[in-house]
């Protein structure tokens, strides 16, 4: 869905004066925040920074577990913790998205890959408390304020296709609330949402307009908490509200909208999203629109912009050349008309390993043209992609700029900026992807710095020009490959020209169609300064890359 911005609140316009070198009025515009050209960074919240060591432990969750399979320590704060050291900030991140933080189950299951407790956040026992092991509700707050505070936006996991597994500890929820059985066979539509992920996974009946109870455990539960009367009222509230029936989908979505008017969370990825019916995540959609809007009405001081909540939808094997459909084989669904502004890319680790102009041309023709409005979300690693791009991080300076200047939203997955080993022995399945993030190998091994400078450059030149993302991209030359990338909306625009594979040492670039000649430069790759003289420029350094920006519309 297009976003609509109010001129005066997202950017201020100053005007200087001419200069003898210089045909052009130079205006100084701030950046608005667009979520189309957004740098998303995706961590797990227990694998990324343990920044309260009290919390690593509850529910008596002392068993062992298999390799990567437990509970590592990191949590809410931790995460806060890097937000204000910088961290973030440096990388060019403007969006965080992190693992659910709900109340998991207490016990753990072996799936066949050894026992394994609920660390990732996806086995939902409770979706109105947070988990003790990721923190608590302040701890959120926090989150979100410190987040705000740096220009960050924070997106949630949510989770309404399916409750957590089922142990000794943790029952089953009511038959008119789950279906365990069968599992999916994913050669249908029905046969891919009428069905159980994997056995032992119960399937929300999200197909439900049926009235149903609560849970008794979770009554049971709500009342030793002293909050069952406040929790009651807030459902009666919801459902008089909206007039949906009181079925398993609409208490979820209520659940989860009550951290976007609770907190002021900027979007939600919604997991499993083609396991349950489209018209689930265009009500969801709806709520948290309202949900939105409530908590900006309720906290004036603290709105950041007129952006819309954002929605990300996880559709396995979705790929952009499908454009805005996905194929079951009996059925078609439009996700982007069912309540979603982006898709997550599946396709984008496959045109990875093509060269730069066919993956440019390709993402900024379907973005400006069939899917304009919407975008996608492109990653090359993720926390359930069992083969990534560069799974033995042999190409992580290739990785960084196919990913970081690619058209589209960027999904950096936590220590694609620092070449995390995504190959850790001794694991199974998944587990291998999920290692603890190398804070210490940032700290002492000058390779990885290195490779996290080259992310932290692009990552910031990215966060800087909307355009890269959210713009259009046009090949200058072949030889050397320099291209441009140009962005508008209402009174806002930015360009910048970008040249790759480039000789180290001096080298000219061509950027007449773009800059007017007396125009100040700044490659801020290497951090040179230049004049356009001839259409052109010159520049002298290290690197076969440069970035090139207006000197007057530095950000």
Avoid at 89 to 118: C, M, R, S
Wanted: aromatic share 14%.
């Amino acid at each position: 869905m297009k976003k609509q911005f109010i001129p005066f609140f997202l950017f201020l316009t100053i005007i200087m004066g001419s200069c003898s070198t210089s045909k052009n009025v130079s205006k100084i515009q701030k950046t608005p925040f667009v979520w189309e050209g957004a740098n998303v960074y995706f961590l797990l919240t227990d694998r990324f920074n343990n920044g309260n060591t009290s919390n690593d432990t509850n529910f008596e969750r002392n068993k062992k577990t298999a390799k990567l399979r437990g509970f590592e320590g990191g949590d809410i704060i931790g995460i806060t913790k890097k937000i204000e050291e910088g961290y973030f900030d440096k990388l060019g991140i403007n969006a965080i998205w992190f693992t659910p933080v709900v109340e998991q189950i207490h016990d753990g299951v072996d799936e066949g890959t050894g026992l394994t407790y609920g660390f990732h956040g996806y086995w939902t026992r409770d979706w109105t408390n947070l988990d003790p092991n990721f923190g608590t509700k302040e701890d959120l707050r926090m989150l979100v304020d410190k987040a705000h505070a740096h220009g960050i936006r924070i997106i949630l996991d949510g989770v309404i296709n399916h409750t957590g597994p089922v142990t000794q500890t943790d029952t089953v929820w009511p038959k008119n609330w789950v279906r365990t059985g069968p599992v999916c066979d994913y050669k249908s539509y029905e046969g891919t949402t009428a069905c159980t992920l994997v056995s032992n996974l119960p399937d929300i009946k999200t197909e439900s307009n049926e009235n149903v109870d609560l849970p008794p455990f979770l009554i049971e539960k709500w009342k030793k908490e002293g909050r069952y009367e406040k929790e009651m009222a807030e459902l009666d509230a919801f459902f008089a509200r909206t007039g949906y029936p009181k079925a398993p989908k609409y208490y979820i979505i209520k659940w989860l909208t009550d951290y976007i008017s609770d907190y002021g969370i900027d979007g939600y990825r919604a997991d499993t999203v083609k396991h349950t019916e489209e018209t689930v995540w265009a009500d969801f959609k709806t709520q948290c629109d309202f949900a939105f809007a409530t908590w900006k009405q309720n906290n004036p001081t603290k709105v950041l912009d007129e952006n819309s909540f954002y929605t990300i939808a996880e559709v396995y094997n979705y790929g952009i050349g499908s454009g805005k459909i996905f194929d079951f084989g009996d059925k078609k669904i439009n996700y982007f008309e069912n309540g979603f502004n982006n898709m997550i890319n599946f396709e984008f680790k496959g045109d990875a390993q093509k060269e730069y102009e066919f993956i440019f041309s390709k993402y900024s023709d379907k973005l400006n043209n069939e899917l304009k409005g919407y975008s996608v979300l492109n990653y090359l690693s993720s926390h359930d992609d069992g083969a990534p791009f560069d799974a033995k991080r042999t190409k992580s300076k290739e990785a960084a700029i196919k990913l970081l200047l690619s058209p589209g939203l960027s999904q950096v997955y936590y220590g694609d900026e620092s070449a995390r080993s995504l190959v850790i022995e001794g694991t199974e399945g998944d587990a291998t992807l999920r290692s603890f993030m190398n804070w210490e190998e940032i700290k002492s091994n000058s390779e990885t710095q290195k490779t996290l400078l080259h992310w932290q450059k692009l990552g910031q030149f990215r966060r800087n020009h909307p355009s890269i993302g959210a713009g259009i991209h046009k090949k200058i030359s072949d030889q050397p490959y320099t291209f441009s990338r140009t962005f508008s909306k209402n009174n806002y625009s930015d360009s910048v020209i970008i040249g790759l594979n480039l000789p180290v040492g001096q080298k000219e670039v061509t950027v007449a169609s773009i800059f007017k000649n007396g125009t100040k430069l700044k490659d801020t790759y290497s951090g040179k300064e230049v004049l356009v003289v001839n259409g052109k420029v010159s520049i002298d350094s290290e690197f076969d890359i440069v970035l090139l920006e207006a000197i007057s519309e530095t950000k």
